[in-house]
């Protein structure tokens, strides 16, 4: 019996090694394996680690997919002073399958459609998908947007933006007074108010009030409006009354207009005084 009890202590000792021979041989298999992943993950995978180190956010990218440059303004039209914003952040890499705000794009090249003075083109380079710019003139202006992702390829979109003139105030300043016969500030029985419009305007408004200056109750003020155009044609032409010091307005506005050239208001008192107060604008949006 003591024979019986030996032989199976011997025994389960082959079998302990044997087991432990296969673990030993398993591991190093395993670890030749999990070595040749860790290398193909190395060289596929780029990591976004925080101050511990670990993994945030993994970024797998398809270097066969070009990114795809999206390009949008918050205005097309514009005056000039006019800062105009960008925006490029719909702009993405097809094969960016993170969630990182950048979409696969890690650069933004805006090109603004003018030159320097030494030629070279006026652009800016940013990491971000928007940027603000003031054009220096007016003028049409072709702004182009290239982005870049992370295996270097690139692609572009463009956009027209068109820089127009600040809007045109038109205005006597202080009321002026005219009539006939002259009296104390009563400068003559006329005024007269220019402006000129440049090309591109889209509209003209135009308003004139006159105020009667005696002052005796009743007495009657007429005063005559004539608005021509750069060619000279007469486009508005009214008597306006105003009895005492009661105050009457003139609007004028065309349906068509040239838009475009010198304007030329006479204002002509031939019956009393009165004062008078111009207001008007031009616009080019």
Do not use: C
């Amino acid at each position: 019996m003591a024979s019986s009890r030996s032989r199976k202590k011997s025994s389960g000792k082959k079998i302990g090694a044997l087991s432990i021979t296969l673990i030993i041989i398993g591991s190093i298999i395993a670890l030749i394996v999990i070595g040749a992943g860790g290398n193909f993950i190395y060289n596929k995978v780029t990591g976004i680690l925080d101050k511990d180190d670990v993994i945030i956010n993994d970024t797998i990218t398809d270097d066969d997919k070009d990114p795809v440059a999206i390009l949008t303004a918050d205005v097309y039209r514009a005056k000039l002073g006019t800062s105009i914003n960008f925006d490029g952040n719909e702009s993405y890499d097809p094969g960016y399958e993170g969630n990182l705000s950048s979409r696969g794009i890690i650069f933004y090249i805006w090109n603004f459609g003018y030159y320097n003075e030494d030629g070279t083109p006026v652009q800016d380079t940013t990491v971000n998908g928007t940027t603000g710019h003031t054009f220096p003139e007016r003028g049409d202006f072709t702004v182009t947007l290239t982005v870049i992702d992370e295996s270097e390829k690139e692609d572009s979109a463009s956009v027209s933006i068109t820089i127009v003139p600040p809007d045109l105030v038109i205005t006597s300043g202080n009321s002026i007074l005219i009539g006939d016969p002259l009296g104390p500030g009563v400068i003559n029985n006329k005024t007269e108010i220019n402006w000129t419009i440049e090309d591109g305007a889209t509209a003209m408004w135009l308003n004139v009030t006159v105020s009667g200056a005696n002052f005796m109750e009743g007495q009657q003020n007429l005063v005559e409006i004539t608005l021509e155009d750069p060619y000279f044609n007469v486009l508005a032409n009214k008597t306006i009354k105003a009895i005492g010091r009661e105050i009457a307005e003139f609007t004028f506005s065309a349906e068509e207009l040239v838009l475009y050239g010198s304007y030329n208001l006479l204002i002509h008192a031939f019956e009393g005084a009165a004062l008078i107060s111009v207001t008007g604008g031009v616009t080019y949006i």
